[in-house]
């Protein structure tokens, strides 16, 4: 998977206006009752490449969520583990991902 670095003071107009957009969708995401259509709307234009049976719990942080794809049957949701195991990728199918989610590295 290829790293992603975001210079924030180097940014165009549009992708200013994206982040801000996207700043504003979570925000109404986290303030949205859970279950509900609008909930439902929301989650998918936050993450626009999502699985079916997938949710994301709230509260939720992401910078260019647009950028992320979620499989399916995947929760992603606050205080909860999910990391590689033995410095080998796994595909994550029906499991639980924290909303702070990095793989961790050996030391």
Do not use: W
Not at 22 to 37: S, V
């Amino acid at each position: 998977m290829e790293e992603i670095r975001i210079d924030v003071t180097k940014q165009t107009p549009e992708e200013l206006a994206l982040a801000n957009e996207q700043a504003q969708l979570i925000f109404r995401f986290n303030h949205t009752m859970p279950g509900t259509a609008e909930y439902d709307e929301l989650m998918h234009r936050i993450f626009r490449s999502m699985g079916n049976g997938s949710i994301v719990s709230t509260p939720l942080t992401a910078v260019r969520p647009h950028m992320v794809t979620i499989g399916k049957n995947v929760v992603v949701m606050p205080d909860d583990v999910c990391r590689r195991h033995n410095n080998r990728r796994r595909r994550y199918d029906s499991c639980q991902c924290p909303a702070d989610f990095q793989q961790s590295r050996p030391l």
